[in-house]
């Protein structure tokens, strides 16, 4: 039920958008809801707005027994505080640990990961075709391309890459480093890519992703839409199907490793990505592309031009 909530939730938000183009029902089906749902779920608005209200000021009383004298306290040690209040407050322990749940109370003020919310309220059960079937090679430049984000670890915590490769040519074509998992730094990448390479691709350019919630969001799905490319997403659980991006992630890091304990700050975490990517691309050579790097085998498959250096 939580689940349908957080879905209606963003199908609604998305429906005030002055850019949106999908209808209830097309929203709807993408989520994988009914639309009788939505409809009641609009209208019992006043109803829900007045349980939260009631939820939030019996979570307050919750909250100060769980404070009083600064010493933490489960359910059953709350239930007991209340009951000693002047005049008592009768909560019985089922409700109180409903409302800890809600509000993310447990054993220490917990604050709810707000990654996990996010994929809760965006995620869809939009899953495209395996359209790539690990044929990375097959079909030259410009035809598949893979996405994936991989986690960058920088002074206790992480921060966040997004890139798109050409599985053909190796080349990452763009990239958006974030300290933030919010679904915007992985739509910029889309953009990115667009802006760069847009007059390259085709109607029959297949994006290929994993099932992770930012590629299964209704903003990513109308984004592939609206840049006319074709979606395709690898099974649950199977990175070989990705396997060029996991392998560029896999490299990439190992290579980075020396440098993680110098890092600072963000902007010095971002140079050092620019700097490798940069690198990649254009230094980087790979046996499997004739000993060239990324961009120098892009430059001979579209010119039939080798680099002077492989020139015989």
């Not at 996991?246 to 440098?259: A, C, N, T, V």
């Amino acid at each position: 039920m939580e689940t349908s909530t957080n879905k209606f939730k963003i199908i609604h938000k998305t429906l005030q958008k002055a850019d949106n183009r999908l209808s209830v029902k097309m929203l709807c089906e993408i989520a994988g809801v009914s639309r009788s749902g939505y409809y009641n779920w609009v209208h019992s608005a006043e109803k829900r707005a007045e349980k939260e209200a009631r939820d939030r000021a019996d979570f307050e009383r919750i909250l100060e027994a769980y404070n009083f004298r600064g010493y933490e306290k489960g359910a059953q040690g709350i239930h007991m505080r209340l009951l000693h209040e002047n005049p008592p407050v009768v909560m019985n322990v089922k409700k109180i640990r409903r409302l800890m749940k809600k509000y993310g109370l447990v054993c220490h003020i917990r604050k709810a990961n707000p990654y996990r919310r996010i994929a809760r309220e965006i995620k869809t059960n939009h899953v495209a075709e395996n359209l790539v079937k690990r044929e990375f090679e097959n079909h030259g430049p410009r035809k598949i391309l893979l996405t994936d984000i991989t986690y960058i670890p920088w002074k206790g915590r992480f921060v966040y890459l997004s890139t798109i490769m050409d599985a053909y040519t190796k080349q990452i074509l763009s990239y958006v480093l974030s300290e933030s998992l919010e679904v915007d730094f992985v739509l910029e990448t889309v953009h990115q890519m667009i802006e760069k390479h847009g007059v390259s691709l085709t109607t029959e350019t297949i994006l290929h992703s994993d099932q992770g919630y930012h590629y299964t969001s209704c903003s990513f799905i109308q984004l592939i839409k609206d840049k006319k490319l074709r979606q395709s997403m690898s099974r649950r659980g199977n990175c070989w199907d990705n396997a060029p991006q996991e392998s560029f992630f896999g490299h990439m890091k190992d290579e980075l490793q020396p440098y993680v304990n110098t890092w600072d700050c963000f902007q010095d975490v971002k140079e050092r990505i620019d700097d490798y990517i940069t690198y990649y691309n254009n230094d980087r050579y790979q046996t499997t592309l004739g000993g060239m790097s990324p961009n120098e085998y892009y430059h001979y498959v579209v010119t039939g031009e080798k680099p002077s250096a492989l020139v015989v």
